[in-house]
């Protein structure tokens, strides 16, 4: 079993940064991908970056379109930890973000039905 924990949420100004890390613990080894999700009020809970964390693909990151350039994932296989670097945030990149850990397939990599572990959730705010 894996447990994830994630950390970094805040409030930030418009234009500001923040941080997220999401630390996975038990049997990481059993882990293919992990990855960030975001569920903002009134809207489902959509895909927002990824990382192959073993396999043939290991340390490829994968980004939803609207957000590549301003959010940046890294892995770091030592701590069993990935963070998520966020950049020019937006009044609308105000969400509740999740970890998740799992093992899917290419084409599963970004749905919620490719990862079978979620952390708690780390609220982010973007406001003046």
């Known amino acids: 079993q894996v447990v994830l924990v994630e950390s970094g949420g805040g409030l930030v100004q418009p234009g500001g940064s923040l941080r997220l890390s999401c630390a996975a613990s038990g049997s990481t080894s059993n882990i293919h991908a992990m990855g960030w999700f975001r569920h903002a009020p009134g809207k489902e809970r959509e895909f927002v970056a990824a990382?192959?964390?073993?396999?043939?693909?290991?340390?490829?990151?994968y980004y939803a379109d609207s957000l590549k350039g301003r959010f940046s994932i890294s892995r770091d296989r030592d701590t069993s930890t990935i963070s998520l670097q966020m950049n020019s945030l937006k009044p609308e990149d105000t969400a509740v973000y999740y970890c998740a850990a799992g093992r899917p397939i290419r084409s599963t990599l970004e749905t919620i039905q490719g990862y079978t572990t979620w952390g708690q959730g780390t609220q982010v705010t973007v406001s003046s």
């Open positions: 990382v192959r964390w073993s396999g043939f693909s290991t340390g490829n990151t």
